[in-house]
């Protein structure tokens, strides 16, 4: 029996709904910070994307999650106070091999980012990161990386962001940070005086 234009119609509203339907039960994203109020902020704004949010402030949190579940969406910071990052996006793409994952760092490292896609994440985005560069990255087509941001790191924020890291890990000692960024403490100094750069 032939179809009506009625009949395709519906047929064509069902399977628009189901698929939207499997989309949204597809949207579920574990994210991993150990940064309190920034996990907070991405997880609000994600959830408001239209993700169903998981998070986690460390990576025994995140294994913990991915013994019960197997999200189709991750973002995991590399480094967190109980080790690394990576270690998660393993774990997820061992548990579902379909997952898409988004490595987020507070310092720029290409060998750390080789690593990172040769493990399976899909990119690697510096912090500070806006909530739609994280959509974008996940959201990319295959094959193709996610258009970059309207408006990413300058370069001087960049530096600023790499100098802080280190500083951070010196446990604030300027001498050390200095030595170890092979600059003088002076001009150390000086850049640590200063607010971030946009």
Known sequence: MAMTTFDKAMVDKTMAENRS???A?????LIVEDDKSFLQRLARAMESRGFTVMAAESVAEGLIHLET?????AVVDMRLGDGN??????????RRPDARAV????????????TAVKLGALDYLAKPVDADDVVNAL???????????ENPMSADRVRWEHIQRIYELCNRNVSETA???????RTLQRILAKRAPK
């Open 21 to 23: 339907a499997s989309t």
């Open 25 to 29: 039960g597809e949207r579920t994203l």
């Open 69 to 73: 579940s197997s999200p189709a969406f």
């Open 85 to 94: 990052g990576l270690d998660v996006i393993c774990a997820l793409k061992r």
């Open 103 to 114: 490595i987020l760092t507070g310092y720029g490292n290409i060998a750390t980012a080789v």
């Open 139 to 149: 959201l990319a087509l295959e094959g193709r990386t996610a258009e970059p941001p």
């Open 179 to 185: 030595r170890r960024l092979n600059m003088h403490r």
